[in-house]
């Protein structure tokens, strides 16, 4: 929509809004995607080829230009397995491989070192087909008298190793312990060589430090293993000087004796403690059971609660088996004979008896118990004197007893240490003469059979796709900046005006010229002015009456007839934005059809400055437009007519350079004969200057009654239509619709998929109209 500017409310819009009423809204489906999508693929594919084609051609320039490359593999594994008697005696602990280590190695692999190394021992420095060949930037440099900017400059050997790590490649194989490395050169038996040189070289190199490393630690082993012996002898000498001197007595465990005493009676007094306490426990229950009645009838329950040492009696076990029984008897004569029966009476006392019993037999229980309590606590006693009495025998040995623990941990822990030394130093001794590396080659390099780039079908199919891409990239781009009008939805939905005719371009070949009617000449002028027909494009309608350009005419004066803006559409303008649209030629073709359909129709060059429509229909003329406001010629000398048509014309007139030609379309004058004419003809058709260059259109507002906006397909700027409009709002509030002018039809339908078959050519031939040169009159 146009910025700043706003339709009046009671503005009609008939035949759009008809038409807007008909159709349901339009979506962004999946299928207007495709459409959008397919549409751009037609309009845009000779870009697309065209760039697909040049990075095809990029491509294979490449693959011609690039010498091929061949890569050789061989593979390490890392963490070889010591053999069993090495992995004992070694001097450190055997190093994990992990993904840290793994690292590491490959940073080795890539080493200056290592590569010097392979370099040297394959005799490789005097092949000077292996050197580096200097980069683009150095060789430029070189050119123009520089230097190459590096301190390796000179150095064969420096320049090949740079060589050699921009080839060299080395990868960890998944999560394994396998380093493989690549090597890439243009010789496949040379890049193998090379390949295994360098493994080679990595585990010698593994093989030196290994045993340097072992050599350094024997060395220190020697001298440490003497340190250690000496202090340890020396160690040992103090603890049995301090014996001898505080006659401390050890057992066979190194224990002092007074030590081991006191450590077994503290066990035997915790056991005798357990045993007291145990007795006491019991005792207290036994008591609490004979504090019960034997008389009460529920003093067999109360024992049972006063603990399981009473269970535990075979004789209260049975007693109490055969008071249940009683019991269970005595409730069931109850049931049967009464509570007061003697049977019942009896089996009461025989319960009685039993539960006496009971009460006796815990009581001896009891007594018994009292006697082992007094027991166990003599024997406790006795163990806790013999415990004080060793207590008070240990404490006057207890000060020497640290200072010997004392010198006793030092001297364990200086002979632990000399043991120790003294295993790692006989390791070491092994391993010097057993030389194991911690990786081995699994996969010698083998000369490759085919190069590893570059590879001819990937560049290909890079050249391929990125060409797809690129050209579908510069298609999509050159399609977004295409701001001009290519479609009737466009139209409306940029202006928000109705589009009334999409107008066909007339090709050459399809409007063939035709011979005027008469040869004109300035001497009969006043009696045959008679338009001309040379230009056949503003005779279309005529030439063509059943073509699709005349059939659009038909739709612009529907349109027109439809609209109801005002109360009369009687003084209709045709002008465009800029020059070149086509506007003259739709309004010389309009008249021609209102004329032909028995209206009487006049049509008026307005473009004073540049009056295009006079030049083609009335090249003759001396009297027109500016000579009937200007001077007051009579209007009858400037009228031209057509018989055939029933068209009448009166041209711009003088072909000088006018001034204000924008207050003479505006004047009084100018009023008046728009008035004369509508009192004599049906429709007046007046062919306005465009809106961009000059304001004559907007001046000559007043005078018409509705305005018809020409735009040409493909060539008007959205941005520029837009701008123009906003700058003429009069002209805007009575524009009846738009007119797409020039328009190719086959390529609008690659830009409006969706409604490509509106404007297909067989639904034209199905009605007898269509653009074949069999639809002309002659």
Same mark, same amino acid.
């Given at each position: 929509?146009?910025?700043?500017?706003?339709?009046?409310?009671? =503005?009609?819009?008939?035949?759009?809004?008809?038409?807007?009423?008909?159709?349901?809204?339009?979506?962004? #489906? %999946?299928?207007?995607?495709?459409?959008?999508?397919?549409?751009?693929?037609? =309009?845009?594919?000779?870009?697309?080829?065209?760039?697909?084609?040049?990075?095809?051609?990029?491509?294979?320039?490449?693959?011609?230009?690039?010498?091929?490359?061949?890569?050789?593999?061989?593979?390490?594994?890392?963490?070889?397995?010591?053999?069993?008697?090495?992995?004992?005696?070694?001097?450190?602990?055997?190093?994990?491989?992990?993904?840290?280590?793994?690292?590491?190695?490959?940073?080795?692999?890539?080493?200056?070192?290592?590569?010097?190394?392979?370099?040297?021992?394959?005799? +490789?420095?005097?092949?000077?087909?292996?050197?580096?060949?200097?980069?683009?930037?150095?060789?430029?440099?070189?050119?123009?008298? !520089?230097?190459?900017?590096?301190?390796?400059?000179?150095?064969?050997?420096?320049?090949?190793?740079?060589?050699?790590?921009?080839?060299?490649?080395?990868?960890?194989?998944?999560?394994?312990?396998?380093?493989?490395?690549?090597?890439?050169?243009?010789?496949?038996?040379?890049?193998?060589?090379?390949?295994?040189?360098?493994?080679?070289?990595?585990?010698?190199?593994?093989?030196?430090?290994?045993?340097?490393?072992?050599?350094?630690?024997?060395?220190?082993?020697?001298?440490?293993?003497?340190?250690?012996?000496?202090?340890?002898?020396?160690?040992?000498?103090?603890?049995? @000087?301090?014996?001898?001197?505080?006659?401390?007595?050890?057992?066979?465990?190194?224990?002092?004796?007074?030590?081991?005493?006191?450590?077994?009676?503290?066990?035997?007094?915790?056991?005798?403690?357990?045993?007291?306490?145990?007795?006491?426990?019991? %005792?207290?229950?036994?008591?609490?059971?004979?504090?019960?009645?034997?008389?009460?009838?529920?003093?067999?329950?109360?024992?049972?609660?006063?603990?399981?040492?009473?269970?535990?009696?075979?004789?209260?076990?049975?007693?109490?088996?055969?008071?249940?029984?009683?019991?269970?008897?005595?409730?069931?004569?109850?049931?049967?004979?009464?509570?007061?029966?003697?049977?019942?009476?009896?089996?009461?006392?025989?319960?009685?008896?039993?539960?006496?019993?009971?009460?006796?037999?815990? =009581?001896?229980?009891?007594?018994?118990?009292? #006697?082992?309590?007094?027991?166990?606590?003599?024997?406790?006693?006795?163990?806790?004197?013999?415990?004080?009495?060793?207590?008070?025998?240990?404490?006057?040995?207890? @000060?020497?007893?640290?200072? +010997?623990?004392?010198?006793?941990?030092?001297?364990?822990?200086?002979?632990?240490?000399?043991?120790?030394?003294?295993?790692?130093?006989? !390791?070491?001794?092994?391993?010097?003469?057993?030389?194991?590396?911690?990786?081995?080659?699994?996969?010698?390099?083998?000369?490759?059979?085919?190069?590893?780039?570059?590879?001819?079908?990937?560049?290909?199919?890079?050249?391929?796709?990125?060409?797809? !891409?690129?050209?579908?990239?510069?298609?999509?781009?050159?399609?977004?900046?295409?701001?001009?009008?290519?479609?009737?939805?466009?139209?409306?939905?940029?202006?928000?005006?109705?589009?009334?005719?999409?107008?066909?371009?007339?090709?050459?070949?399809?409007?063939?010229?035709?011979?005027?009617?008469?040869?004109?000449?300035?001497?009969?002028?006043?009696?045959?002015?008679?338009?001309?027909?040379?230009?056949?494009?503003?005779?279309?309608?005529?030439?063509?009456?059943?073509?699709?350009?005349?059939?659009?005419?038909?739709?612009?004066?529907?349109?027109?007839?439809?609209?109801?803006?005002?109360?009369?559409?009687?003084?209709? $303008?045709?002008?465009?934005?800029?020059?070149?649209?086509?506007?003259?030629?739709? @309004?010389?073709?309009?008249?021609?059809?209102?004329?032909?359909?028995?209206?009487?129709?006049?049509?008026?060059?307005?473009?004073?400055? #540049?009056?295009?429509?006079?030049?083609?229909?009335?090249?003759?003329?001396?009297?027109? +437009?500016?000579?009937?406001?200007?001077?007051?010629?009579?209007?009858?000398?400037?009228?031209?007519?057509?018989?055939?048509?029933?068209?009448?014309?009166?041209?711009?007139?003088?072909?000088?350079?006018?001034?204000?030609?924008?207050?003479?379309?505006?004047?009084?004058?100018?009023?008046?004969?728009?008035?004369?004419?509508?009192?004599?003809?049906?429709?007046?058709?007046?062919?306005?200057?465009?809106?961009?260059?000059?304001?004559?259109?907007?001046?000559?507002?007043?005078?018409?009654?509705?305005?018809?906006?020409?735009?040409?397909?493909?060539?008007?700027?959205?941005?520029?239509?837009?701008?123009?409009?906003?700058?003429?709002?009069?002209?805007?509030?009575?524009?009846?619709?738009?007119?797409?002018?020039?328009?190719?039809?086959?390529?609008?339908?690659?830009?409006?998929?969706?409604?490509?078959?509106?404007?297909?050519?067989?639904?034209?031939?199905?009605? $007898?109209?269509?653009?074949?040169?069999?639809?002309?009159?002659?």
């Amino acid at each position: 929509m146009l910025q700043n500017i706003e339709p009046s409310p009671d =503005r009609t819009r008939a035949a759009h809004r008809d038409v807007e009423v008909a159709q349901p809204p339009r979506e962004n #489906n %999946l299928a207007d995607t495709v459409s959008l999508t397919k549409g751009l693929v037609r =309009r845009q594919y000779p870009l697309v080829i065209a760039t697909t084609a040049m990075a095809l051609v990029l491509g294979a320039l490449y693959l011609v230009v690039t010498p091929p490359t061949y890569t050789a593999h061989a593979r390490l594994l890392l963490g070889n397995a010591n053999v069993p008697f090495v992995q004992q005696l070694s001097l450190g602990a055997e190093r994990s491989v992990d993904h840290t280590l793994i690292d590491t190695e490959l940073q080795i692999l890539r080493s200056r070192n290592i590569i010097a190394s392979a370099i040297r021992e394959s005799k +490789l420095a005097d092949n000077s087909a292996l050197r580096a060949n200097p980069s683009l930037f150095k060789r430029i440099r070189l050119w123009f008298g !520089g230097t190459s900017g590096d301190d390796t400059e000179g150095n064969p050997l420096e320049d090949m190793i740079e060589a050699f790590q921009k080839s060299l490649s080395a990868t960890r194989i998944d999560t394994s312990n396998v380093i493989d490395i690549g090597f890439s050169w243009s010789s496949a038996a040379k890049a193998a060589e090379i390949t295994n040189a360098i493994a080679s070289a990595y585990i010698a190199d593994q093989l030196d430090a290994r045993f340097e490393s072992n050599k350094t630690a024997m060395l220190w082993l020697q001298q440490r293993l003497r340190s250690l012996g000496e202090q340890a002898e020396s160690a040992e000498r103090a603890v049995n @000087a301090y014996k001898s001197k505080n006659n401390i007595v050890t057992s066979t465990e190194g224990r002092p004796i007074d030590e081991q005493q006191i450590a077994e009676l503290n066990s035997r007094l915790v056991a005798a403690r357990a045993l007291t306490t145990e007795a006491t426990v019991r %005792l207290d229950r036994y008591e609490s059971a004979l504090r019960h009645n034997p008389e009460a009838v529920d003093s067999i329950g109360k024992m049972d609660a006063a603990g399981s040492d009473l269970l535990v009696s075979p004789i209260i076990t049975s007693l109490r088996q055969q008071y249940l029984d009683t019991q269970r008897r005595e409730n069931d004569y109850s049931v049967k004979f009464g509570r007061d029966h003697q049977a019942v009476i009896n089996l009461r006392n025989r319960m009685r008896d039993i539960r006496k019993s009971i009460q006796e037999e815990v =009581r001896r229980l009891a007594e018994t118990t009292r #006697n082992d309590q007094a027991t166990a606590k003599q024997r406790q006693d006795e163990i806790e004197k013999q415990l004080a009495t060793a207590v008070a025998l240990s404490r006057s040995t207890n @000060a020497a007893g640290v200072t +010997l623990r004392e010198l006793q941990a030092q001297a364990k822990e200086y002979r632990s240490l000399y043991d120790t030394f003294l295993q790692r130093y006989m !390791g070491s001794t092994q391993q010097q003469s057993f030389p194991v590396s911690e990786a081995r080659l699994i996969y010698a390099a083998s000369p490759p059979p085919t190069k590893s780039k570059p590879k001819t079908l990937v560049v290909f199919a890079l050249s391929l796709f990125g060409g797809i !891409g690129l050209g579908s990239g510069l298609a999509f781009l050159r399609d977004l900046m295409d701001r001009v009008f290519r479609t009737p939805t466009q139209l409306e939905d940029s202006l928000d005006l109705p589009c009334l005719a999409v107008v066909p371009q007339l090709p050459p070949d399809e409007t063939p010229d035709y011979q005027p009617s008469s040869t004109l000449r300035s001497g009969y002028e006043q009696d045959y002015r008679t338009l001309s027909k040379t230009s056949s494009p503003h005779w279309a309608v005529a030439n063509m009456p059943l073509s699709r350009f005349a059939e659009s005419m038909r739709s612009i004066k529907l349109g027109i007839d439809l609209s109801r803006n005002h109360s009369s559409n009687r003084v209709i $303008g045709v002008t465009s934005t800029q020059p070149g649209e086509g506007k003259s030629t739709i @309004a010389a073709c309009l008249a021609q059809l209102i004329g032909q359909s028995g209206h009487s129709v006049i049509l008026v060059d307005c473009d004073l400055r #540049n009056p295009s429509l006079s030049k083609a229909l009335a090249p003759y003329a001396t009297i027109g +437009l500016i000579d009937v406001l200007s001077e007051g010629q009579p209007i009858e000398r400037a009228i031209w007519t057509d018989t055939e048509t029933n068209l009448v014309f009166i041209p711009a007139g003088k072909n000088s350079t006018l001034l204000h030609s924008s207050e003479m379309l505006s004047a009084d004058p100018m009023h008046l004969l728009v008035e004369r004419l509508c009192s004599v003809y049906d429709y007046v058709i007046i062919d306005l200057p465009p809106l961009a260059p000059i304001v004559d259109a907007r001046a000559s507002s007043a005078v018409v009654d509705c305005f018809i906006y020409v735009v040409e397909w493909g060539r008007t700027k959205i941005d520029v239509v837009k701008h123009a409009l906003h700058t003429a709002p009069n002209v805007y509030e009575n524009i009846v619709g738009t007119v797409l002018n020039k328009t190719d039809i086959k390529e609008m339908a690659s830009y409006n998929g969706s409604r490509s078959d509106y404007y297909s050519e067989s639904h034209y031939e199905h009605y $007898g109209v269509g653009d074949s040169p069999s639809r002309r009159t002659p």
